[in-house]
């Protein structure tokens, strides 16, 4: 199975849409746990890595490149 590739402040897509609507979800903290908030309401959740990687469809804007905040 291949290893998705994601970064800090990449914007992802889920499997499941927040309740708001939206699908878009930026990567505010790496580590072991992921933060990630939703780019429409701005509700952030902390998740394990390895669930993440499950919970993630794909990396919809790679924000490689961009200086680290
Ligand atoms: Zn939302």
Known sequence: MQRKQFGL???VQ???AHP???NAW???RMGMDIRIK???CDHSVMIPRLEFE???????IHAEGEPEA
């Not at 499950?54 to 919809?60: E, G, Q, T, Y």
């Open 14 to 16: 889920m499997k499941k």
């Open 54 to 60: 499950r919970k993630m469809k794909k990396v919809l």
């Open 26 to 28: 930026k990567v505010i």
């Open 9 to 11: 402040h990449d914007v």
């Open 20 to 22: 708001c609507g939206t």
């Open 38 to 40: 939703c780019t429409g």
